[in-house]
């Protein structure tokens, strides 16, 4: 259970240092202009998510054996932007941080912590236009 306080408290610090790039904008304080604009090309759009979930203890089994009680809790941080190149085309890219702590289960080789780490990078074409 400390492991899950703890990766609840480091998600809670991480969220904030991710959206740190919308404090460094020129224009800190957003005016109704600023949400009707639409973006030009070049210019970036940037989206962070932070989600995390808790799944209750549960019956863990291997090779047909039940071992014990297990549960698990995950958080996902990711941040990601889209650079538009003309009213059609964009250029997408993301990173993401999927990880894993479960409740250690003696005889099942399974590691206490997951952690994964994801980059990607994509061209978009906007099949229909935004209505405004």
């Not at 408290?9 to 904030?16: E, K, M, Q, R, S």
């Not at 202009?33 to 808790?54: H, I, K, M, Y």
């Given at each position: 259970m400390q492991k899950n306080i703890r990766n609840i408290?480091?998600?809670?610090?991480?969220?904030?240092l991710l959206s740190v790039s919308a404090i460094a904008q020129e224009n800190a304080i957003a005016t109704p202009?600023?949400?009707?604009?639409?973006?030009?090309?070049?210019?970036?759009?940037?989206?962070?998510?932070?989600?995390?979930?808790?799944v209750a203890g549960g019956t863990a089994k291997f090779d047909g054996a039940r071992l014990a009680d297990s549960d698990a809790f995950n958080y996902r941080l990711q941040a990601g932007t889209q650079i538009l190149l003309n009213d059609d085309w964009f250029l997408g890219l993301g990173l993401l941080s999927d990880n894993f702590s479960l409740a250690q289960v003696s005889g099942a080789p399974i590691p206490a912590d997951i952690h994964t780490l994801r980059f990607n990078a994509g061209l978009g074409f906007t099949l229909s236009p935004v209505a405004h």
């Open positions: 408290a480091l998600t809670c610090c991480a969220a904030p202009g600023d949400f009707q604009r639409t973006p030009q090309p070049a210019e970036p759009l940037w989206q962070v998510n932070a989600n995390s979930g808790c």
